[in-house]
Every structure is written in structure tokens, then in C-alpha cells.
T-cell receptor, first 113, second 109 residues
């Protein structure tokens, strides 16, 4: 079974631009969560999608948004990029049936200059 | 946040044992995860504890005390490849995981 995939793996943007990151979960998994990881803050929860609905949201500004498609693939968008948005963005998928174990993708390294 | 606390760094010798402690707020708590993350890589799942007690998986064991809001990860017979960051994460009623800042373990020869 293929793991969680994320594209692109690396991205460089300038302040004020917007960016869209993509995540494909493990086949059959319907839950996708997004996290931001920085050296100073560690892993911070962004949001979780389940069956195309946002089920949970972390404490991030409205510039961070996401969506999930009918095939469970998910995208997250960051508008009006700031230098502080430079981070590793990880997505994780989780199976059904009350399973709590999350499988992480390799992440997208975003650098904002 | 949910105040997940764990030490920042630990150093141990190859072949030794290291115990990484983690504390969390107990309100709404569901279960406790441990992940391993090597530099530049994604976290990989190590263990999940939902009941009190010790769960052993080869050289790695994880312990949970729900009433005390406390867990630890025990790494035995340390190998150089165990040098990594170990993340404690707690799940609560709202499904999302709250992560600690991670403990960087350095294994020395």
C-alpha cells in the first residue's frame, strides 16, 4: 500500500504571494490532518478534514485554509505569505473505525523570502 | 494548547537505556502517541497507549498513567541509529493531536 504523498517537496516563495500544497492520503483513509513544523514551535496542528468537511481547526490565522476532495486528497492554501510561514508542512492520514494512528507524509519544505 | 511537556535533549551511550518523560493535561484526554523523527524526515509512529500500563515493542517500551497525566518512552540497548527527535503527542476528545516540542536524543559511541 502506498504511503502518504505530498507535493511539491520543496517550494520557495516571496512575501505576499500565495501557495497551495497537496496531500494524497493512504488509499482508503478519509481523514487528513495538516501540521506546521518549525524549529521554535515544534509541530502545530492546522486543521483536519474528514469526508470533505473540516472537522477541526488549530489556532492559525484565516490566511491558512484547506479543502478535501471526494477522493480524500487534500490541499492547503496560504495566502499573503509572511517570512514566519517558512516551515515544514506535514500532512497525515488516518484510517476509519476510530483508529487514532496517523501516518505522516514526507512534508513540503516552504521557504518564504 | 494542551501543555505537552517533555525534556529538550538527552544524551546516552550506545547500549545504554534512556527514558523520555512526557506530561500532559488530563482533561478530555484519549490516548498518548510517541513518534520518532530523524532530521529532515517525517515523523514515524512508535507507539500508542490508551490504557494504563507498559506496552513493550522490541527495544522500545511506552508507559502511561492516565490519572497522573504522565507517560514515558523507554529506549533499551541504544544504537547509533536511535539518534533522533522523539515526539510525545496526546489526543483529546476533538481528535486532533497536540505535540510536545520533542526530545532530541543523541547516542554516543
Amino acid at each position: 500500500k502506498a504511503g502518504v504523498t505530498q507535493t511539491p517537496r520543496y517550494l520557495i516563495k516571496t512575501r505576499g504571494q500565495q501557495v497551495t500544497l497537496s496531500c494524497s492520503p493512504i488509499s482508503g483513509h478519509r481523514s487528513v490532518s495538516w501540521y506546521q513544523q518549525t524549529p521554535g514551535q515544534g509541530l502545530q496542528f492546522l486543521f483536519e478534514y474528514f469526508s470533505e468537511t473540516q472537522r477541526n481547526k488549530g489556532n492559525f490565522p484565516g490566511r491558512f485554509s484547506g479543502r478535501q476532495f471526494s477522493n480524500s486528497r487534500s490541499e492547503m492554501n496560504v495566502s499573503t505569505l509572511e517570512l514566519g510561514d517558512s516551515a515544514l508542512y506535514l500532512c497525515a492520514s488516518r484510517g476509519a473505525g476510530g483508529s487514532y494512528e496517523q501516518y505522516f507524509g514526507p512534508g513540503t519544505r516552504l521557504t518564504v523570502t | 494548547g494542551q501543555n505537552i511537556d517533555q525534556p529538550t535533549e538527552m544524551t546516552a551511550t550506545e547500549g545504554a537505556i534512556v527514558q523520555i518523560n512526557c506530561t500532559y493535561q488530563t482533561s478530555g484526554f484519549n490516548g498518548l502517541f510517541w513518534y520518532q523523527q530523524h532530521a529532515g524526515e517525517a515523523p514515524t509512529f512508535l507507539s500508542y497507549n490508551v490504557l494504563d500500563g507498559l506496552e513493550e515493542k522490541g527495544r522500545f517500551s511506552s508507559f502511561l498513567s492516565r490519572s497522573k497525566g504522565y507517560s514515558y518512552l523507554l529506549l533499551k540497548e541504544l544504537q547509533m541509529k536511535d539518534s533522533a527527535s522523539y515526539l510525545c503527542a496526546a489526543s483529546f476528545n476533538d481528535y486532533k493531536l497536540s505535540f510536545g516540542a520533542g526530545t532530541t536524543v543523541t547516542v554516543r559511541a
